[in-house]
């Protein structure tokens, strides 16, 4: 008998980069083009693929990675919860919830916290809870409530929230959509005042779009939407899935304009990068509107969920991870400035993240993206020539600087 052909990788040998790809290609959907990287270990802003090449992380996970990969107070916390209780459901009480829920309305200055799992949950979370709010409270009639939303949004790929979306690659082939919402254009505060009416249960908008590419509102903007929506007496949601919790400088992008939604909702970062972890935190009286049984979610709140929220929010109230994206944010701010004119069109930065647009002469966002991989550096394209750059908080200064150099190589 002969032995069988050797087909694989010798025993104990990790498998390659491209045997890895060729693997996924035929079981996998294909509703992602990752990068050709495959990651197999991290530790802060840097990771590590399977070949032992090492790469800095400057996307860091849409977001979710706001405090690195496996942050020593996150997995600590994580540990210790794997080690107690991971998971009750709803249908009891357990003993860490209570506490990340008031740590959560703490640290964002709201009353009531709905803990639920991804995003876009907590995005539709909130709808639910505003349409709510109109019916009981501002006594819209029965199934009229309208939702007013921004083109060029993103709140996450459910049916109900790619029926605003006003991407056509995002829609197109998942009709029939949901009924409800208005979309006006982003940073335009007359349009989004005149379809503001009496059928308006709230107004829903990121205060910086990050998918759109970073794009960030006028001064006065969000204090026009707070304006506009009080006085009309409708709800304003802030989606800060993405551009909360540290990411732009302050705890969440709101605060640069010092304005207080009614509801916001959290996600991404929240979850420190260990579990998917979402949440809505509102004011005491539209939260109220819930009763038992009207919305839910077997793992939302879990015992795991809740110890690493909790350890992110304690991360949050120390103030310094705020502090390090602001500081940090002046260096980004000045290295793209400096290679604006050179491959650099045009940027828009807040803090620890930035859309930039690239010369499209000199290949599309995803091209830009190779060859910074090639360089060491992960990084996402948006969409046509725009990257994004979304590092760790905690980057050095001088990893920073030489991912900006690495940038200026690429595009020199
Ligand atoms: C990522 C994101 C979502 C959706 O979050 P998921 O966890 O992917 O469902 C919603 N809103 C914004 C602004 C986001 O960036």
Known sequence: MTAPAQTGPASGAAPSSASVIAAETPVLAHNYHPLP??????????????EGRRYLDMLAGYSA????????????????????????????????????????????????VLPMNTGAEAVESGIKLARKWAYEVKGVPADQ??????????????????????????????????????????????????????????????????EAGVVIPDDGYLTGVREA????????????????LGRTGRTLAVDHEDVVPDVLLLGKALGGGIVPVSAVVARRDVMEVLSPGEHGSTFGGNPLAAAVGSAVVDLLATGEYQRRAAELGEVLRAGLSALTGRGVVAFRSRGLWAGIDIDPSLGTGRHISELLMAEGILVKDTHGSTIRLAPPLTITREDLEGALASLGKVLG
């Open 145 to 210: 409530a309208t939702i007013v939303v921004a083109a060029d949004n993103f709140h996450g790929r459910t049916t109900t929230l790619i029926s605003f979306s006003t991407d056509p690659v995002a829609r197109d082939g998942f009709g029939p959509f949901t009924p409800g919402f208005r979309i006006v254009p982003y940073n335009d505060l007359p349009a989004l005042e005149a379809a503001i009416d009496e059928t308006t249960a709230a107004v829903l908008i990121e205060p910086i779009q990050g």
């Open 65 to 112: 990675l706001n405090f690195g990969h496996r942050h020593p107070a996150l997995t600590a916390a994580a540990h210790r919860q794997l080690d107690a209780l991971t998971l009750t459901s709803r249908a009891f009480h357990h003993d860490k919830l209570a506490g990340f829920a008031a740590g959560l309305a703490r640290l964002t200055g709201l009353d009531m």
């Open 37 to 50: 990287v495959v990651v197999a270990r991290a530790e802060d802003v840097w990771v590590e693929d399977v």
């Open 229 to 244: 929506t009080r006085r009309a007496g409708c709800l304003f949601l802030a989606d800060e899935i993405q551009s909360g």
